[in-house]
């Protein structure tokens, strides 16, 4: 390879820099906008178009990163149990939680689009946006959804639940440690649980729950909603 560009090191060394940098971006400067992730993504989509780089390229570095996701997926179990007493405590109040927050992460979604007239095939691709990127890809590969579509509605959806959930949150006048974290990793799943680790651990605890448990609830809930929806998409 005479072109560094094509060289998945190149690829894996630019995103960790790139990430690396954004992260001081944020921690100096404290501004939801500065979000790690969403500087990350900016700049290397500016980066790619700058140099005519091909997106495949790219990610044949990607995909050795995305490696580690599962790793950092289990890790989350660690401040998980540490907090098991907390979470034996509230089990009624996460089971509903839960429930209502799956619910409205595929209704706030699937539903507005369907009543925008949206096809039944975005309507699907929408609808598991809260769940994290490989359950959101099964579930809509499996209705019959577009699955980048779904790729990118999710990793937006954390980004934003990041960026506005914690002033969001605060702004309803949620007090509970417990609600905060569940509410950040229910509707913002991975991104979001990395947001609410900032805020103590028992928030990071609560949203790696909601992480889990969502998926699977997103999972259940999406083709019973849809089928509730189908009236609204045959009408458009």
């Given amino acids: 390879m005479n072109d560094p560009f094509e060289s998945p090191a190149f690829s894996v060394a630019l995103t ?13 400067w404290r ?5 790690n992730v969403l500087l990350s993504i900016v700049a290397l989509i500016l980066f790619l178009l ?9 990610n044949a570095g990607g995909r050795v990163i995305s490696f580690f996701l599962g790793p950092a997926v289990v890790a989350l ?10 979470v034996r405590r509230n089990v009624r109040a996460i089971a509903a939680a839960i429930l209502a927050g799956g619910a409205a992460g595929v209704l706030s979604a699937a539903g507005i689009a369907a009543l925008l007239g949206a ?3 975005v309507v699907v691709s929408l609808a598991p946006k809260s769940a994290t990127t490989p359950i959101a890809i099964c579930i ?6 577009i699955e980048a579509l779904t790729a990118a509605i999710v990793i937006a959806t954390g980004v934003l639940g990041a960026v ?4 969001f949150l605060r702004l309803a006048g949620v007090r509970s440690r417990l609600a905060f974290g569940l509410a950040l990793g229910a509707a913002a799943h991975g991104i979001g649980t990395a947001r609410a680790a900032e805020e ?24 019973l909603l849809l089928r509730a929806l189908d009236p609204l998409i045959a009408a458009s």
């Fill in 77 to 86: 179990a660690v401040p998980l149990y540490e907090r098991l007493g907390d």
């Fill in 119 to 121: 096809s039944r095939a």
């Fill in 50 to 58: 700058a140099t005519g780089s091909d997106y495949e390229t790219y």
């Fill in 31 to 35: 501004r939801a906008w500065l979000n």
């Fill in 16 to 28: 960790l820099g790139v990430y690396l940098l954004a992260t001081r971006a944020y921690a100096r």
């Fill in 164 to 167: 506005i959930g914690p002033w």
């Fill in 140 to 145: 809509a590969a499996e209705l019959g959804g």
């Fill in 200 to 223: 103590g651990r028992l928030e990071e605890a609560m949203s790696s729950l909601a992480l889990c448990l969502n998926g699977i609830a997103t999972a259940l809930l999406t083709p």
